[in-house]
C-alpha cells in the first residue's frame, strides 16, 4: 500500500512537471471576417471529485447556459458524485469519470482518454491549470478552441475577485469569447447553485420541522472539516454557547460529516445524511448556516442560505462564499464577539 502511494505522489510530481506548458503558447485560432463560432457542444475539464471543487463549476456552467442556451455540456471529473450535484442541470449530456486510483483501474483509467479523443467540441475549458490530467485532457481533445485555464493577461487588475475558484473561470470564458468576437459581458458572476427542485426543498421543509419540533428559524451549523481547517472542540464549545446565549429564539441543528463526529460532543439537535442533496434541502430551509472552509460550506451556499464560512488556513479571495448576504470570516483575526456581530447583522 505505502509502495503505491509513493508511486501515485511521483506520478503527479513527473506528470505536472511535463505538462506545466502544455497549451501556454496557444493562440486563438484565426476565424473568417465576421465569423462567431457557434457552440453547441463544450467540453469541461475538471478531474477533480470534492464536493466543493465540483460545486464551484456551478456557476460556469450556467454562464454557458445562459450564453449558448441550446448548448450541450460534457464533464470529465473524477469520482461518482457529479450526476448527483448536478442532475438538474438540462445542458450537461454526457459525464465521463476519471477512477480515483488510476493503477487500480487501468483499463478504465485508458479508456477515459479514447472517449474524450473521439468527441468533437466546439470549445474545451480546462478549470485547473495546475491539474496535469486536465491539461492532457484538454490538449487530446478534438476541438480547435481550447481554454487551458491559465491567467489570461491583466484580467486579474481588471477584476479583483478574479482569484476565486467559481469565478475566474467564468472570466476566462468571458474574455476568450470577447476575443472571438463577441460583447464582453459585465454582470455579476452567477452564484453557486445546486438547484435543488420544489419538492426536494418541500422534504427538506418535513425533515427539518420533524428535527426542531416548532416554527422557531433555524441556525445550521458544520463543525467539521478535513485537516487543519477544522476547528478544535474548544473553540466549538465557545462559539456553541455564544450562539445559545445570543439567539434564544432560534433553534441549531448541527449538520453532521459523514465521519458521525460532532465538536460539540452531539449536544445540538443533529441531522446526518450521506445523501449530499437531502442535506442541501435541510439547509436551505435554515436562516442562516455556519461553517469552516469545506464542501458543506459551498453545499450551503448553492442552497442560497445566507452562509457564513469560518476561515483559518485556507484564502478567502480562492474559496469565500459569496451573493445572498454571504459573509468569509478569517478567524485569525476576529474573536467570539466580532461572529456574533456578523451573524446579527446578516439576520437583520
Keep these: 500500500m505505502n509502495f503505491l502511494i509513493e508511486i501515485n505522489k511521483f506520478r503527479r510530481i513527473l506528470t505536472r512537471g511535463m505538462t506545466r506548458n502544455i497549451g501556454r503558447s496557444r493562440r486563438i485560432p484565426k476565424l473568417n471576417s465576421g465569423e462567431l463560432p457557434n457552440f453547441k457542444r463544450i467540453l469541461i475539464s475538471r478531474p477533480n471529485g470534492r464536493l466543493g471543487n465540483l460545486l464551484m463549476l456551478t456557476p460556469l456552467l450556467r454562464e454557458i447556459n445562459a450564453s449558448f442556451p441550446d448548448c450541450k455540456i460534457d464533464l470529465f471529473v473524477k469520482g461518482n458524485l457529479a450526476p448527483i450535484l448536478f442532475k438538474n442541470y438540462q445542458n450537461i449530456d454526457q459525464i465521463i ?204 451556499s448553492a442552497t442560497k442560505a445566507p452562509t457564513l464560512g469560518l476561515f483559518s488556513v485556507t484564502d478567502t479571495k480562492k474559496y469565500a462564499p459569496y451573493n445572498f448576504k454571504n459573509v468569509a470570516i478569517d478567524t485569525n483575526y476576529c474573536t467570539c464577539e466580532d461572529y456574533i456581530k456578523t451573524l446579527k447583522n446578516m439576520l437583520d
Excluded at 463543525?223 to 462559539?239: D, I, P, Q, R
Design 97 to 300: 469519470y476519471l477512477p480515483r486510483k488510476p493503477f487500480n483501474e487501468l483499463i478504465k483509467y485508458l479508456k477515459v482518454w479514447t472517449t474524450i479523443k473521439k468527441h468533437h467540441y466546439d470549445l474545451v475549458i480546462n478549470i485547473d491549470k495546475g491539474s496535469s490530467s486536465g491539461r492532457i485532457a484538454t490538449k487530446i481533445s478534438n476541438s480547435r478552441l481550447k481554454i487551458f485555464g491559465d491567467e489570461i493577461e491583466n484580467i486579474a487588475e481588471k477584476y479583483q475577485d478574479y482569484p476565486h475558484m467559481a469565478k475566474f473561470p467564468v472570466y476566462n470564458f468571458r474574455e476568450y469569447l470577447a476575443l472571438l468576437g463577441y460583447p464582453l459581458k459585465e454582470n455579476t458572476v452567477p452564484s453557486l447553485d445546486l438547484k435543488l427542485s420544489d419538492s426536494e426543498i418541500s422534504e427538506g421543509k418535513k425533515i427539518l420541522k420533524d428535527l426542531v419540533k416548532n416554527d422557531k428559524k433555524t441556525i445550521s451549523i458544520f463543525t467539521y472539516a478535513t485537516c487543519s481547517k477544522c476547528y478544535s472542540t474548544n473553540w466549538w464549545e465557545e462559539f456553541y454557547g455564544k450562539l445559545k446565549t445570543e439567539f434564544p429564539d432560534y433553534n441549531i441543528i448541527e449538520i453532521l460529516p459523514i465521519e458521525n463526529v460532532s465538536q460539540i460532543d452531539f449536544k445540538a439537535t443533529t441531522f446526518y445524511s450521506k445523501d449530499v442533496r437531502e442535506i442541501g434541502a435541510i439547509i436551505a430551509n435554515t436562516t442562516i448556516f455556519i461553517g469552516a472552509d469545506s464542501g458543506i460550506m459551498h453545499l450551503a
